[in-house]
């Protein structure tokens, strides 16, 4: 059964290589200029004179051995550093490493439903790719990697295990489940390979070079994110307005907003208690690609508020809702 859907380049940035085949083809096509000497006979020069009479600066291409050698060069090291992926029907190898981000990225949504549905069925058409008595261990890739079972060639209770797998809204490690994996498979003797499913989100990073052949499997399509990444809650006593000698309790709450995107954005960040629906504090941010903004939203506390819970909003909702929604609860009075 063809393995259909896995990539072909786990690092397509290599093919960039391939644009200097351009620049070298103009060196071949771009004439030299040449240095005036003087000579007893031009006539064993004759087709030199006539490029230096010319007035182009440029020459036909003729077919060169060194330019076939130099840019068949260019070629192989480009598709090396791309690393290709599965190239055939089949994946040819007695024991696998299947790995599967579980992170809070896979919750995004593509095609009406989050990535990690789209990871499974990609899992599933790795399975069917192995050959008979492969033995396929499932390692899950969320906040700490974990191995979902030990390595089996049951294929059928591989599945299930697949299928019992669920994304959480916790940071990826992928690197940490790749070094796992690799330590597992290098007990092991025999053809091996390691199979990462991910997206975006979990290849931004370099992967790490691993003893294990390597094979990345990319599912969804980018898209632009703005998350609350860090949240604090604090309580503060300041004295009254004018002649109101009271002291004033006041909730301060400290949020970290951060834009994954790569187009400016603007976003208001909102402060409820949980099971109420009144606004206790807002604020509109423009958010730059790549940029974190701190925000602090306050209100004043009464007695009774002491424990309650909190809701920080980002609005409008993007395609990864699972971080635009952070909890807090309100702390103790300040003796």
């Not at 390692?139 to 797998?165: M, Q």
């Not at 709450?253 to 504090?281: C, I, W």
């Not at 209100?299 to 929604?325: C, K, Q």
């Amino acid at each position: 059964m063809p393995v259909t859907g896995l990539p072909a380049l786990g690092n397509p940035q290599g093919l960039w290589l391939l644009g200097l085949l351009g620049p070298l083809v103009v060196l071949y096509i771009l004439k030299v200029r040449r240095q005036r000497v003087t000579v007893a006979s031009t006539w064993l020069w004759q087709a030199a004179a006539r490029d230096m009479l010319a007035r182009s600066p440029w020459q036909r291409l003729r077919g060169r051995l060194l330019l076939f050698v130099e840019a068949l060069a260019l070629l192989a090291l480009g598709v090396a550093l791309a690393r290709p992926a599965l190239s055939g029907g089949r994946i040819d190898s007695e024991h696998v490493a299947l790995v599967i981000d579980a992170s809070a990225s896979m919750l995004a949504e593509w095609e009406g439903a989050p990535r990690f549905g789209a990871a499974k069925a990609a899992a599933e058409r790795v399975l069917s790719a192995l050959p008979p008595g492969a033995d396929v261990l499932l390692i899950e890739a969320g906040g700490e990697p974990r191995v979902v079972g030990p390595a089996d060639r049951d294929l059928a209770r591989v599945r299930g295990r697949l299928s019992a797998l669920h994304a959480s809204g916790v940071e990826g490690h992928l690197e940490r489940a790749i070094a796992l994996a690799s330590e597992q498979l290098a007990q092991r003797a025999g053809n091996r390979r390691i199979v990462v499913i991910s997206d975006d989100g979990g290849l931004s990073a370099p992967l790490p070079q691993t003893r294990v052949p390597l094979t990345v499997v990319k599912v969804g399509e980018p898209v632009d994110n703005a998350g609350i990444v860090r949240l604090d809650v604090g309580r503060a006593r300041e004295p009254g307005d004018g002649g109101d000698a009271r002291i004033r309790e006041r909730v301060e709450l400290f949020a970290e907003v951060a834009s994954f995107g790569k187009a400016p954005r603007d976003v208001f960040v909102t402060l409820k208690q949980r099971n109420s629906p009144p606004v206790l504090a807002s604020r509109k941010l423009r958010l730059e690609p790549g940029q974190k903004a701190p925000v602090v939203l306050c209100f004043e506390a009464t007695p009774g508020d002491a424990g309650t819970g909190l809701v920080v909003e980002l609005s409008p909702h993007d395609a990864l809702p699972v971080d635009d929604v952070a909890y807090g609860r309100v702390p103790r009075a300040v003796s």
